[in-house]
């Protein structure tokens, strides 16, 4: 089995230092150097994504914040992408706030195992917020129901998603982004009868439950997972540092 481990940040960095420093009992990571969205252009970050996303969000945050969750988002299609073209089994993709609780390695044994194509290990997806305990965990199955959040900070992707996923990409920029790369990641493992049973299960917020409301929700033919307890702890309570 081929596993390819990816950190997404800016070279030179003290955050891309950070995550080395952080993490010193994980090894093998291969740097994928971070698109700075607030270097491009305001006016395509208004094309690119849709009116009411943008409407929302200036609502609460600078357009400078809007133009990182662009740079943010294509971060990871471009780590995905690098994965795919490094034609990897599995991907481990984090970004550079992650702090792992344990080494990740036994986790791609029982994603292979269980035929997991998507397994979030992150803190704001997992179903606890506890440490490991002698480096065992288990796999379960991620469901409205049980959502803590969204989180990007930390995920393992196979090869037969990664492709799903561009495709995901590659469409919803051609018809206008309705939300940043959380929020294709949430609507991927939720069906629309999920949502309209409990519209909030990933947050409480009006905005957010609004947010939602404009995904557009696919049954698609992923199996997806998330690890309980959860094996990365993100560091900046909720703020990407791609996108800071």
Known sequence: MK????????????????FFERNLQLSGFEQVEAINGKAMPFSLTLRLFKKDFVDHQLSRNSASWLQGTLGCLLSHIKAIEQAQNDDVDYALIVEDDAVFRATPDEIFVVARN?????VYINDRMSLDRLFLVNGEYTISDLTASNLKGTGAEAYIVSRKAMPV????????????????????LQSIVLKQSDYEKTPNALDDRPGKKGLLKWLAFRKIDLNVGVSSPTLVKHVDDGKSLIRD
């Open 3 to 18: 596993i390819g481990k990816y950190v997404i940040g800016f070279s030179n960095s003290k955050r891309i230092e950070l």
């Open 114 to 118: 269980q035929n997991y194509d998507i």
């Open 165 to 184: 996923l561009l495709d995901l990409f590659t469409s919803a920029i051609a018809n206008g982004l309705p939300c940043g790369y959380d929020g294709f």
